[in-house]
C-alpha cells in the first residue's frame, strides 16, 4: 500500500521516536479499509492518529484560502478519528496489520469498556511536509474562531480531538521520551478544555523540553501551563491530569504486555 508524503513523514517519526515499540502505522479493519493514519496501543490507552495534509492556497485572500484548508485538513481529520472511534468501539472488531488483512494483530487490544482512547488530528499546509509554507502561521485555539489561523476547541464521540499542525506534533514527539509521557500530555491539555476563560496561544510547543514531575509512579511531563488542544493555555493555574472516571479516563497504566 502506498502513503502519502506526509503519512509516510509521520510513520518516519513515529518509528524515530519513544512511539516505535507501541505504533501500528498501517492498522486496517479489513481488506482495503484503513482504521487510522497511525494507531498507538499501550495497555489500556489507544492513541488514534488522523494526518490531513492539504495546500494552503491564498490565491484569492486568507480568510477564503484559510476557509478551505480548515475544512479538508481539520473538519476532515476530525470526521476520519470519529469514524475509527465508532469502529473500534466494537467488541468483535479485529485489526490487521496490512492493507490485504492477512496478517492480524498478534495481541488483543483491552475490552471496549477498558479503553481510554485519545484523539490526535494532525494539520499540514502542504503536501510535502518538510517544505515551509507562504502565508502560514500557527494555529491558535480560541473559544470561538472569528479569523484564519483559529480553531475552537475540537470534539468527536464525547472526545476531545488534539489538533497539531506538523510543526507542533514533529517538535512534541521530540521533546518527550516515553509513551506515559506523550499520554499525560494529552490528559492535562483535554483537562485544559474544562478551564475557564482563557484563550490559548500559538499551537507551537516551546523548544525548550518539558519539565518532568512524578505523578502516581510516572514521570510526565508539565508546562508552565495546562496544554489545551490547541497550545498552552494563557492564565490557567497548572493541574494534574485527571484520574480515571466514567466521564473523564487519563491515568496512564500499561498492562503486562506492554511491560
Not at 480553531?151 to 506534533?169: K, N, R
Not at 506515559?180 to 500530555?185: E, R, V
Request: hydrophobic share 40%.
Amino acid at each position: 500500500m502506498s502513503f502519502s508524503a506526509s503519512e509516510a513523514f509521520l510513520h518516519a517519526l513515529a518509528e524515530r521516536t519513544f512511539l516505535k515499540l507501541w505504533s501500528l502505522p498501517n492498522a486496517h479493519l479489513a481488506p482495503g479499509k484503513e482504521l487510522a493514519d497511525l494507531v498507538v496501543a499501550f495497555g489500556d490507552d489507544v492513541v488514534l492518529f488522523s494526518d490531513k495534509a492539504c495546500n494552503f492556497l491564498t490565491d484569492r485572500d486568507a480568510a477564503t484560502g484559510w476557509e478551505r484548508w480548515r475544512r479538508e485538513a481539520i473538519d476532515g481529520g476530525v470526521k476520519q478519528l470519529g469514524g475509527a472511534l465508532r469502529r473500534l468501539s466494537a467488541a468483535d472488531q479485529r485489526i490487521f496489520l496490512d492493507a490485504s488483512g492477512k496478517a492480524p494483530l498478534p495481541f488483543p487490544l483491552p475490552p471496549p469498556e477498558r479503553r481510554r482512547y485519545r484523539l490526535v488530528a494532525i494539520a499540514r499546509p502542504g503536501v510535502d511536509p518538510t517544505a515551509s509554507t507562504a502565508g502560514w502561521r500557527p494555529l491558535t485555539c480560541v473559544a470561538s474562531a472569528a479569523a484564519p489561523f483559529e480553531v475552537e476547541p475540537q470534539s468527536t464521540g464525547g472526545l476531545p480531538v488534539h489538533v497539531f499542525d506538523g510543526g507542533a506534533i514533529d517538535l512534541l514527539l521530540s521533546q518527550l521520551a516515553t509513551v506515559p509521557d506523550f499520554i499525560a500530555y494529552l490528559s492535562a491539555r483535554a483537562a485544559a478544555l474544562d478551564a475557564p476563560g482563557p484563550t490559548a496561544s500559538p499551537s507551537r510547543i516551546s523548544s525548550r523540553r518539558p519539565s518532568r514531575t512524578r505523578a502516581t509512579g510516572t514521570d510526565f511531563p508539565r508546562t508552565s501551563h495546562p496544554s489545551h488542544p490547541c497550545g498552552p493555555v494563557r492564565g490557567a493555574t497548572t493541574r494534574r491530569a485527571a484520574e480515571p472516571s466514567a466521564a473523564h479516563p487519563s491515568t496512564v497504566r500499561a498492562a503486562p504486555w506492554t511491560r
